[in-house]
């Protein structure tokens, strides 16, 4: 009797532990791997100073978030690997990146400074601000990978970016895509009227 009463605990115990049973607790599912938390890749102005009544591009990536806001506010931000957005702030700001997913919240923060004098001029003269916005989405690249140029010259006539592939004439606002073999410094050149030219560089490195 003793001997058929421990055979059935043992077959018993089987039976419980292949149906996922085991120590009056049910098998569930793993347990779900951590939320990565958000990262910002990039988050700087273009220019970093202007004059009143100028735009300044914030340029930002996010990664691992859900959402994304900019304080203070500013249209169309969203949780995006690499975007640009204008603002015309009115006097010296400094705008926070809050970047919010499952693995938690992270922020980080710049300063544009608005100033009548972004540039200098000879002697009793008046210095007259930059027309040029000049950026590019990813200041460190891999031999080979696109980098996008964005850039904003106003009412120039005329617009060049050096080296660039392709010879086709650039608008005075656009973005071209190169894809650089080595750390590159890029010439932006525009020719307004009156025969004034300005001129903004931006260096990619290639590592």
Same mark, same amino acid.
Request: net charge positive; aromatic share 4%.
């Given at each position: ?21 085991? /120590? ?12 990565? $938390? ?25 990664? /691992?978030? @859900? ?7 500013? @249209? ?12 015309? $702030? ?36 008046? $210095? ?53 073999? /080595? ?25």
């Amino acid at each position: 009797m003793a001997r058929d009463l421990k055979l059935s605990i043992i077959i018993l115990a089987g039976l419980l532990s292949a149906a996922g049973c085991s /120590n009056n607790k049910v098998a569930g599912k793993p347990a779900a791997a951590p939320k990565a $938390p958000p990262r910002i890749t990039q988050f700087y102005p273009s220019p970093e100073a202007i004059a009143p009544g100028e735009t300044v591009l914030l340029c930002y990536g996010v990664e /691992n978030a @859900d959402q994304v806001q900019m304080a203070p506010p500013v @249209d169309n931000v969203k949780p995006v690997l690499s975007r640009c957005v204008p603002a015309k $702030p009115k006097q010296t700001t400094t705008y926070t990146l809050t970047a919010t997913g499952a693995g938690g919240t992270l922020a980080a923060t710049v300063t544009v400074t608005v100033s009548g004098r972004v540039k200098t001029g000879r002697e009793g003269e008046q $210095p007259k601000p930059s027309s040029l916005s000049f950026f590019a989405d990813h200041k460190i690249v891999k031999p080979g990978q696109p980098v996008t140029l964005c850039y904003q010259a106003g009412e120039a006539s005329k617009v060049e970016i050096t080296p660039r592939t392709g010879g086709v004439p650039l608008p005075a606002n656009g973005c071209i895509t190169e894809r650089p073999a /080595n750390t590159t410094k890029f010439l932006l050149s525009a020719e307004f009227a009156g025969g004034r030219r300005e001129t903004q560089q931006v260096e990619v490195r290639v590592e």
